[in-house]
């Protein structure tokens, strides 16, 4: 069994953690199984900081509830997991991709905003020595390679968004995005695994409270090993009981 991981590395990966909508359980959960695992390597698949206060309906329904949401407090729960987490790659999610796009408005007061956000967090992970991945939805420059799996956030949010992202990559495909635990093969030739990897968001969030997909999100995360040419892929699902598998 030893000859078979020789050379190889551990990993870590975790998506959609949600600055200050996060489920403190969930964190904590992701945070023991890094200190237990003791990877070399550590993936954050994006989604770190929510920003619902700038969601669209948000910003034109003065009394949405999302229209109160602390920025600053969200950026700082945020920022405060990405530290205590240390990950060596931070691929942005769509979620900061709405403040990357609103970092360009016209509105003088989103834009300095948004603008301002996206600084902190550019800045905080300069100090950490983490390579920051921009999110470009379904083209492979957001996708990070371990081994023959690429890791990414993910843009697909359908019932088979797993498999139909490796299909598109060609190869297998680690993803958050969905906030759904899943495995599925790709029907391609080489013999492709599409991995949705669950999330830290408190799972009874306000603005998606009408959505019944929502019922599927699970706490999870994934662990494995990789070297130059392999990767492999665990998830651990923390809920209910949020127990470590190790």
Known sequence: MASKTK???????????????????????????KEAWKPQFTL???DAIDARCLRSGARKDS???????????????????????????YLLGNHEARLTELAHSPNAVLSYAAGHVMGRIQDEMAKIKCQVVPYV??????????GDTGFT?????????????????????VMGHTHRVAMESARTHTKSIGYNIGCGIKLDIGYSSNRRQTL?????????????THCTVNIAVFDPHYRLPL
């Open 153 to 173: 956030h993910g843009s697909l949010y359908n019932v088979s968004a797993a498999r139909d992202v490796a299909e598109m990559a060609g190869h297998s495909i």
């Open 63 to 89: 009394d949405s509830a999302d229209h109160a949401a602390d920025l600053a407090d969200d950026l700082m729960q945020g920022l405060s997991f990405l530290k205590q987490l240390k990950p060596n790659v």
């Open 216 to 228: 599927g999100w699970r706490h999870a995360a994934a662990y494995g090993h990789f070297n130059g």
């Open 137 to 146: 939805g379904v083209h492979p420059a957001g996708v990070f390679m371990l």
């Open 7 to 33: 050379g190889w590395q551990k990993y870590l990966a975790v998506s959609c953690t949600h600055g200050a909508e996060a489920d403190p359980r969930a964190l904590d959960a992701m945070l023991r199984l």
């Open 44 to 46: 954050h698949l994006g």
